[in-house]
């Protein structure tokens, strides 16, 4: 079992950035698969952006070309790099394994896309 907590989040104003860290500990980080997850108000919670413990990505189409997932093994840490930020792109943002593990979800972090 992985124990995550998200960081990062926050307000911006739509076009902006913000960059999500994700810190883990528990386990073999390296060996998991992992993604970003978000949950807006009245929504349920989606998969944004995936890694493979190789490295391959992939993300949903609503983020695709705005989001890049990376993650830094040495670390312990997996990134989700967001720009050109939407007002859509408000919720909670959370990390887990891929597929995710229930035991792992943590706090998240609030992102707040407004003008």
């Known amino acids: 079992q992985v124990q995550l907590v998200e960081s990062g989040g926050g307000l911006v104003q739509p076009g902006g950035s913000l960059r999500l860290s994700c810190a883990a500990s528990?386990?073999?980080?390296?060996?998991?698969?992992m993604g970003w997850y978000r949950q807006a108000p009245g929504k349920q919670r989606e998969l944004v952006a995936a890694?493979?413990?190789?490295?391959?990505?992939n993300y949903a189409d609503s983020v695709k070309g705005r989001f890049t997932i990376s993650r830094d093994n040495a670390k312990n840490t997996v990134y989700l790099q967001m720009n050109s930020l939407k007002p859509e792109d408000t919720a909670v943002y959370y990390c887990n394994t891929n597929p995710p593990s229930r035991r792992s979800w943590g706090q998240g972090t609030q992102v707040t896309v407004s003008s």
């Open positions: 528990g386990s073999i980080f390296s060996i998991y698969d």
């Open positions: 890694i493979t413990r190789g490295g391959r990505v």
